[in-house]
């Protein structure tokens, strides 16, 4: 156990504001391994202050020179790669295989993704007689939550400091160790002093004074829709910038033509990755009437395989959630085919992989987010009842398509009223855009889509 202690303002750790401090435990084992400061409105002012003061300089900083920057910020994860992933381990509790090979990994390629793009995007464009700039919005509070911990900063740090903002990061209070591990990164890849502020504490208090804190320009927030809405309110008062990765539901259609084996057991290792606790995760499983029954033993014959594989759930409290929403599964009237709601060990916040059948989609496991190993399998009578279904949610941030024939499954996809569908098993891409439809959220991260967020066009006319 380490008390760490700090925040990193204006380049350097300096002692947090106040006395409180917030516990990390590794959920693996409920072990507290180690304390951060519980920063306070002052530390957010600090931060604020320092990103506002280093704004100009780094704004007016070549985009060429702001994606060496950023390439060295790249070279400095890629050699820390091993011990972010042992940090991620420790307080997510993610198996440390899935730890080197995501979260230690994703953030590499995105972070590289960004020096790229940097160097090559057009920030100066003509249009009949005008010529556009596009300036950065200024500075960015990033608030982000702990299932993918250094992924969700990644993906609004680097394009932030590619289009020149400068930008303050408060983290979730479960996964803070990893957030303190990239400030020092940062900080070796030679950012500027201010460019980017690390400040640790709790949501309502921290994570509200930063939100409303009058010297930031834009609300990044990854989250649950809850928090977004209350973010949302705060950003709408000052008419300040907001972006919003909400929660998710997302669908998994396997049409009739498709390769059940493969699209079942893909789905279930979807699920079931980082304990399923994935914004993104397919977490209802769509099979027509004919193959249902086929793919439902399926389906259950891949999540017993999980068994000790599958990592515990973040903290006693998620714990408790999704083991009430397996209670509310069977209440309701779905059929276990796999896991349940008891705890599979003594020790650790751990959830059996789960499976339901029979869901129908009035159930709530079949509407709300779960964010726990559960997935639920449901029949549709046809394409038409199968779009209606797959649509049926407030939510839409993610969904795959499975057809024998790839132009058949992209119609099908088309029609979705989401903002990704992986057609046959298609491989995540950092550069394509990620964000929701619907109260999914608001704007798009990663790629070229994600650096617009952090610009803003002034148009000269001659
Ligand atoms: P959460 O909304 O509880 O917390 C997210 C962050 O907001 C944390 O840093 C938290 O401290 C902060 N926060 C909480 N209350 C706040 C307040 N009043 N003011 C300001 N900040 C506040 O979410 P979580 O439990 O950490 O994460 C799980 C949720 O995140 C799920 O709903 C999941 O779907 C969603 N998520 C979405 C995406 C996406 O890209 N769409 C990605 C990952 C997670």
């Known amino acids: 156990m380490k008390a760490y202690d700090g925040m990193y303002i204006g380049g350097a750790w300096r002692p947090a504001a106040g006395q409180d401090v917030i516990e990390v435990v590794n959920p693996a084992d409920e072990q507290v391994i180690g304390t951060v400061p519980a920063g306070t409105a002052e530390d957010v002012d600090t931060a604020v202050r320092a990103a506002r003061a280093a704004l100009p300089e780094w704004a007016a900083t070549p985009p060429a020179e702001r994606a060496a920057r950023l390439a060295a910020l790249r070279d400095v994860l890629v050699a820390r790669a091993d011990e972010i992933a042992e940090t991620v381990t420790a307080e997510l509790g993610a198996p440390l295989k899935f730890s080197q090979a995501v979260h230690a990994a994703v953030p590499i390629a995105v972070a590289g993704s960004y020096a790229e793009l940097a160097a090559t995007y057009a920030f100066e464009e003509k249009t009949g007689n005008s010529v556009v700039h596009h300036e950065p919005v200024g500075v960015v509070a990033a608030i982000t939550p702990w299932n993918y911990p250094l992924h969700q900063i990644v993906a609004k740090v680097a394009p932030a400091l590619a289009a020149g903002c400068t930008i303050v990061v408060k983290p979730a209070e479960d996964t803070p160790l990893v957030a303190r591990l990239f400030a020092d990164a940062v900080h070796e890849a030679g950012i500027p002093a201010g460019v980017f502020n690390l400040v640790t504490g709790l949501g309502p208090v921290t994570g509200q004074a930063l939100a409303e804190h009058p010297g930031v320009d834009l609300v ?24 919003l990765e909400l929660g998710g539901k997302s669908a998994n259609v396997i049409l009739p033509t498709a390769d ?28 027509h009437r004919d193959r249902y029954d086929e793919a439902v033993g399926l389906a259950a014959g891949a999540a017993a395989k999980y068994g000790e594989r599958i990592g515990p759930v973040v903290n006693a409290k998620q714990q408790a959630r999704v083991r009430g929403y397996i209670e509310k599964g069977v209440a309701e009237g779905a059929r276990l085919v796999a896991g349940g709601p008891e705890a599979p060990r003594e020790k650790g916040y751990f959830v059996s992989p789960t499976v339901f059948a029979d869901v129908t989609e ?29 649509n049926g949610t407030v939510y839409g941030l993610a969904g795959a398509v499975w ?12 029609r979705m009223e989401t903002g990704q569908v992986d057609i046959n098993g298609g491989r995540f891409n950092p550069l ?17 889509h994600g650096l617009a967020e952090y610009l803003q066009t002034k148009s000269l006319q001659f």
């Open 260 to 287: 059940l084996a493969k699209a079942v057991n893909v789905g279930v290792a979807n699920v079931m990755s980082n304990s399923g606790q994935t914004c993104s995760a397919w977490t209802r499983m769509l099979v």
């Open 362 to 390: 009035d159930m709530t496991i079949a509407q709300e987010e779960i964010f726990g190993p559960v997935l639920s399998i449901l029949r549709y009578d046809d394409e038409e009842d199968a779009l209606r279904i797959a």
């Open 403 to 414: 057809a024998g024939d790839e132009a058949e499954a992209v119609a099908f996809a088309r």
């Open 220 to 243: 990044s927030f990854t989250g649950s829709t809850a928090v977004g809405r209350h973010i949302a309110a705060i950003a709408a008062g000052q008419v300040k910038k907001v972006a």
């Open 432 to 448: 394509a855009p990620f964000g929701g439809y619907k109260q999914s959220g608001v704007g798009r991260e990663l790629g070229v």
